[in-house]
């Protein structure tokens, strides 16, 4: 058996892609992702205000604002997560480390903003 030495992240992105041609089936099955995905809350579009005390308690520095903007319930569920370390660790995990298939996964600079916030709370007791 042979073996072609390649990196992590390649060997990763290899396992996270969708076989060939599903992709495009998938796309084309009209409601496929609708089906699967839970249903908008109001709270997806929005701030909550335990996100917004959260926010305000961040350093300037770690603050995720692009994140805010463009995807506000991920902050509102790291701000209910956020009281709880395995929680909070989990969510980050869940985030950063996202094992479905077929995704892009987030733009690269929100992913930025999350990984710092990620560590910053890794620096924390709580």
């Not at 409601?31 to 249903?39: F, L, N, P, Q, T």
């Not at 109001?42 to 005390?53: E, F, I, V, Y």
């Amino acid at each position: 058996m042979e073996f072609e030495p390649c990196s992590i992240d390649s060997a990763r992105a290899s396992l996270d892609e969708l076989p060939s041609m599903v992709d495009v089936m998938v796309d084309k099955i009209p409601g496929y992702w609708e089906r699967r995905r839970r249903k908008q809350l109001p709270t997806d579009r929005a701030l909550t205000g335990r996100a917004m005390t959260l926010l305000s308690q961040l350093p300037e520095s770690v603050r995720p604002n692009t994140t805010v903007t463009r995807y506000p319930r991920i902050i509102n569920s790291l701000a209910g997560a956020w009281p709880d370390r395995k929680a909070r660790d989990r969510m980050f995990d869940s985030l950063l480390n996202d094992k479905r298939r077929g995704r892009r996964g987030f733009p690269i600079d929100v992913e930025k903003e999350l990984a710092t916030l990620c560590l910053y709370a890794s620096s924390l007791t709580s």
